[in-house]
């Protein structure tokens, strides 16, 4: 077996507020290999996005890597200089951001941009790296690729500007994408092609693949492994339809209820009690035992991480274990 593309280990990244330190992060590790798309899922504040952010290091202060370790193809990511992170960014590691406007600066026209992106890590002719820019453009679903070169960015509507930064991530064939809900704007049909092309991507290049949302519908088709975050801490992985089909996590087992498609029509959406704690202000043991119906005594301690089903790992003292059967 070849080593995997990314490997995190035990990650922490925390930020020191006045009120103290916020751990966004706390002890998080999964693989991803070649070819591969892992499902980064949880609510908002979860600690999808910084854990995206800090494995391309973009996590600037009062925000920092507290610990662990992110080896991406054997070389440890935090321990690489800024020129040398800036070598890798764009090239071999890419990110979709949510917000394609942190991709795209408003006065420069889109060629200028793209043409930009290919010159900064190959040695080619205007007229190649204008070619490549064409090629990206039709690739995300961009009618008339030549004009809207010459386009500038706020010429786009929302959606097509987020196509646009997919574009300029895919343009060098990255060995690793991090996808920051990069879907959330675009119509369904637009979604449904580029969750295609990414997967052909992944497929074809061998692209490793992150995938931040909170949309459980997209993972389910998308995605090959699931990571389930909460309060900064991975609480349940395995195998995408494993995970979905039998959930053994009572938040997991929330998450996938609260969907509208599962609850009968006509009656109340079903919903995880409460609200997620503040990171400033974590419960001691389980952050999830104040919203958990399973909740004992025994969840004020920190539950390890164990496996119930090869695969198949959680952290839980009271792991739904009948729904596997």
């Known amino acids: 077996m070849s080593a995997p593309t990314l490997e995190v280990r035990d990650l922490s990244t925390h930020f020191e507020t006045r009120a103290g330190v916020v751990r966004a992060v706390d002890g998080v590790s999964f693989t991803v290999s070649s070819g591969q798309v892992l499902g980064l899922v949880g609510e908002s504040g979860s600690g999808k996005s910084v854990t995206g ?19 991406f193809k054997g070389r440890d990511l935090t321990k690489l200089t800024e020129p040398e992170l800036r070598d890798l960014r764009g090239n071999r590691i890419a990110m979709i951001f949510q917000d394609p406007m942190m991709t795209l600066n408003p006065v420069l026209r889109i060629d200028t941009q793209m043409m930009e992106t290919v010159f900064a890590h190959a040695k080619v002719s205007a007229t ?21 070169l010459r386009a500038y960015p706020h010429q786009f509507s929302g959606g097509m500007r987020q196509r646009v930064a997919i574009a300029i991530a895919l343009l060098h064939r990255p060995d690793l994408i991090i996808a920051d809900e990069p879907t959330t ?58 995970v979905l089909d039998r959930p053994m996590h ?29 990171l400033l202000n974590l419960p001691v043991g389980c952050a999830f035992r104040t919203r958990c119906a399973r909740a004992d005594a025994a969840c004020e301690a920190d539950p390890p991480i164990t496996e119930p089903v090869p695969g198949h790992a959680l952290r839980c003292f009271h792991p739904q274990l009948e729904v596997t059967a």
């Open 128 to 148: 190649e790296a204008r070619q490549r820019s064409r090629d990206a453009l039709g690739m995300v679903g961009i009618p008339s690729p030549d004009e809207r």
């Open 53 to 71: 952010f800090s494995i391309i290091g973009l996590v600037d202060p009062p925000g920092r890597i507290a610990g662990g370790s992110i080896l």
């Open 185 to 242: 704007a675009l119509d369904v049909t637009i979604q449904a092609q580029i969750l295609a092309e990414v997967q052909k991507l992944a497929r074809e290049a061998g692209t490793a693949l992150i995938w931040i949302t909170h949309d459980l519908s997209v993972v389910a088709g998308l995605a090959d492994d699931i990571a389930v975050m909460y309060a900064g801490r991975i609480v349940e992985t395995g195998r995408v339809a494993t």
């Open 250 to 278: 009572p938040y997991t087992h929330g998450l996938i209820g609260s969907v509208p498609s599962r609850n009968r029509r006509g009656s109340r959406l079903r919903q995880i009690p409460g609200m997620t704690p503040s």
